[in-house]
């Protein structure tokens, strides 16, 4: 869930420093987890909860632009704003793959707000060993994983395989296959499913250790506080094309 209770304890410190003239928020959340159920092929991936706080508009009660957008990365989406005295908007971003989240928030050509963050899914960095990346393994065959880290807990531990060559009436589905960690904890083994064949984003699902649930912004322009919530429980996604 997000962590709305940090979001606002920091936005009523960030009230308590004056006025916000240019009407940026005050404080910028991004929260990340893996999209268990995408409802295109398009938004499977990782999903980006990024809560945005005005920390003195539910006093002042000021109007803002009706041109606002947010930026992650390459996709816009309009921050859904209700009245003007609300003090959070929260918009959901579908499809991330991983590695680094520009977030900004504009007004028309104005940026009002920008932070970066690289650690939003630490363990996103999985290759394939076997078969090698951009080669397609048979149904049944053998398939092994390096992973970025070793789980906490190699006995919990699976792959899903999110097949991406659905026809687009048919919502995206995946299938589950159990799978082994090796003894040193740096690879995941299992065989490709036997039941479906064709593309598929696959990730695997464990449980890593965690050195803290919080990253910083590799920077933050305009707003007061940027803060980061990382995914720590999935390995990837891999680009897999198993074949009969």
């Known amino acids: 869930m997000i962590r709305l209770g940090v979001a606002l304890a920091l936005a009523a410190v960030a009230a308590g420093c004056g006025g916000n003239d240019s009407h940026t928020p005050s404080d910028l959340t991004v929260e990340t987890w893996w999209n268990d159920s995408p409802s295109a092929v398009d938004q499977i991936g990782y999903q980006l909860a990024v809560d ?9 009660c000021y109007p803002l632009s009706p041109n606002l957008k947010l930026h992650v990365n390459d996709t816009v989406a309009a921050p859904p704003i209700e009245g ?5 908007s929260l918009v959901l971003v579908n499809g991330f793959q991983g590695g680094t989240a520009t977030v900004s928030l504009q007004d028309g050509d104005q940026v009002l707000g920008e932070s970066v963050f690289d650690g939003l899914t630490p363990y996103a960095g999985a290759t394939l060993v076997t078969p090698a990346a951009g080669q397609p393994v048979k149904a049944g065959d053998a398939i092994a994983v390096a992973l970025p880290a070793a789980p906490a807990d190699p006995t919990l531990a699976g792959a899903r395989f ?3 060559g ?3 009436t048919v919502p995206p589905y995946y299938t589950y296959v159990p799978g082994t960690i090796a003894a040193d904890g740096t690879t995941f083994q299992m065989t490709a499913p036997t039941t479906v064949t064709g593309t598929a984003s696959v990730v695997i699902q464990t449980i890593f250790a965690t050195t803290g ?22 390995a990837g996604p891999l680009a897999i094309d198993v074949v009969p």
């Open 84 to 88: 003007d005295c609300a003090a959070e």
């Open 213 to 234: 649930n919080f990253v910083a912004a590799s920077s933050c322009t305009g707003f007061q506080f940027c803060s980061g919530f990382p995914n720590f429980d999935m």
């Open 52 to 60: 945005l706080v005005w920390g003195d508009r539910s006093q002042s």
């Open 162 to 164: 999110y097949w991406t």
């Open 166 to 168: 659905t026809p687009s």
